[in-house]
């Protein structure tokens, strides 16, 4: 197997044309996921972010000084 300049050169080439597709490929991707389907987006992390989570606080009878009850737990 003999040595070639012009091998080594082609081979650079192709790995460049390829690094080169590959950048842009995520550059397109990139754009596509910020630019394109920014309301998609933004439509989830509102969902993901705000919640509402019900709990239920423990609550207890108040007594005046006189021990009469003044307020009290209701169901509903």
């Given at each position: 197997?003999?040595?070639?300049?012009?091998?080594?050169?082609?081979?650079a080439s192709?790995a460049r044309?390829?690094?080169?597709?590959?950048?842009?490929?995520?550059?397109?991707?990139?754009?596509?996921?910020?630019?394109?389907?920014?309301?998609?987006?933004?439509?989830?992390?509102?969902?993901?972010?705000?919640?509402?989570?019900?709990?239920?606080?423990?609550?207890?009878?108040?007594?005046?000084?006189?021990?009469?009850?003044?307020?009290?737990?209701?169901?509903?």
């Amino acid at each position: 197997m003999s040595y070639h300049p012009h091998d080594v050169s082609r081979r650079a080439s192709l790995a460049r044309l390829l690094l080169g597709l590959g950048f842009v490929g995520l550059i397109s991707a990139f754009f596509r996921a910020q630019i394109v389907r920014n309301k998609e987006f933004l439509a989830q992390a509102e969902q993901n972010r705000f919640r509402e989570v019900p709990l239920a606080a423990p609550r207890g009878i108040i007594y005046d000084r006189n021990g009469r009850i003044i307020a009290e737990n209701l169901p509903g």
